[in-house]
């Protein structure tokens, strides 16, 4: 057994059964083709489209979009920006995130401009319903052949914010970076363990008490630190406390900053914790995928993943949060300790690519030190099948796949 505090937390990748089940979130032809022809026209036109949310997940949801591009699309497609408003009205809100957007330093690009639909308690970009909307439009853009399918980015301010940092730890494996501003989120919400791969820009102002957000902006950017100096070249960020200023900021750097960065979608070594968002696991993260939780009575897990020449080295553990720090005003658990556990059971799904081992060669894999595969692994159709219907990313084109089980 190892404890430890959050800020050095080691540990995770892979994907994880969902808690619930998703309503399908597949858009048919019309749908498609809709989103599609407005995505690409200019952003200054307000073009602009609706989805009904499932009510099972949110009742009499509509959520409204604002749809464009700017500037003239690169030989390797628009990077897309997805922006998240803060908690005012929403009208207005909204309208203020169309004018933003338009003003960013950050052409060519494309845009999507989602309104919440309800205020009150659903007001969080974060829930279920949201996810929903989440998941579809990943796969409607990375679908897109004017779309750069490496240069995906979430940001958002306040409300937006906190969004925006929950979303960058549970989508990393989508993401070339995300932004959140004048935010600050406990990090159980949002395990920076996740973001080894993503391009973390956060901003707010050193002033900006409210829920404490300069204390929780600032413990990030600790684990960040802390994080990149374990895993140098992984975990870039800029994480800054804006002097003098309260819950208002300059917004303008934070687009310009993630554009300079792309994904990898394949990485040989990441690290990610399987957390719940709103009740919902993700089933599948990078290039793995939980085929049975590890302990029936745990909720989180974490697993490393590192790929040296042709040996794969997974380590899978029950993760325990406990509050070291509870804020006094608001009752908020705001610091934590962790406890890892080796898993005892599990049954895991690894996809293979040339682009992380030598597939005409025998692979090795170790879950806990304990080696647990040795072969050749055989492409397959309908590998690549599963793949696409995880991920529906082009760019994780898997033919190669083994299972484990323990």
């Known amino acids: 057994m190892k404890t430890h505090l959050l800020a050095l937390t080691l540990t995770a990748l892979a994907g994880a059964a969902q808690a ?24 200054s036109k307000g073009g602009h489209t609706t989805w009904l949310l499932p009510d099972s997940l ?33 009208d207005a809100e909204w309208a203020t995130g169309l004018a933003l957007a338009k003003g960013f330093q950050d052409s060519p690009s494309m845009y999507i401009i989602p309104q919440i639909p309800q ?45 925006s940092q929950r979303m960058a730890s549970f989508y990393a494996d989508y993401l070339a970076g995300a932004g959140p501003m004048a935010g600050g989120e406990p990090l159980k919400n949002a395990p920076v363990e996740n973001l080894g791969n993503v391009a973390f820009s956060f901003l707010t102002g050193d002033q900006d008490k409210m829920f404490y957000r300069y204390m929780l902006t600032r413990t990030t950017g600790e684990k960040l630190d802390s994080m990149q100096a374990l895993f140098p070249g992984e975990y870039r960020h800029r994480v800054e406390l804006i002097p003098g200023r309260g819950h ?18 394949q990485p040989k070594h990441f690290i990610w914790e399987n957390f719940e968002m709103d009740g919902i696991k993700r089933n599948a993260f990078y290039n793995l995928q939980v085929l049975g939780e590890t302990d029936a009575y745990r909720t989180r897990y974490e697993f490393t993943a590192n790929a040296e020449t042709n040996i794969i080295d997974i380590t899978a553990d029950a993760v325990e949060y406990s509050t070291t720090w509870k804020d006094p005003m608001w009752g908020i658990d705001m610091l934590f300790a962790t406890t890892l556990t080796p898993a005892q059971h599990g049954h895991l799904r690894i996809f293979l690519s040339d682009s992380l081992v030598n597939t005409k060669k025998a692979v090795r894999i170790r879950l806990n030190g304990r080696e647990v595969f040795r072969g050749k692994v055989k492409a397959s159709m309908t590998t690549r099948r599963q793949a696409d219907e995880l991920w529906g990313d082009p760019m994780r084109d898997f033919r190669h796949a083994v299972e484990i089980k323990w």
Request: charge should be neutral; avoid cysteine.
């Open 58 to 90: 949110e009742p009499n949801a509509q959520m409204n979009f604002y749809l464009g591009v700017k500037g003239e699309k690169p030989a390797e497609g628009y990077p897309v920006f997805l922006y998240l408003h803060g908690s005012g009205p929403r």
């Open 248 to 265: 208002g900021i300059d917004y303008s750097p934070t687009t310009p900053w993630l554009a300079g960065y792309r994904r990898n979608a």
């Open 119 to 163: 205020e009150g308690e659903w007001y969080r970009w974060y829930q279920r319903s949201k996810q929903w909307a989440w998941d579809r439009i990943l796969r409607l853009i990375l679908a897109m052949p004017e779309v750069d399918k490496n240069r995906i980015y979430i940001f958002g301010i306040s409300e937006g914010g906190y969004g």
């Open 20 to 43: 619930s089940t998703m309503p399908n979130n597949a858009p048919d032809d019309k749908e498609q083709s809709e989103f599609r022809s407005l995505l690409t026209d200019s952003l």
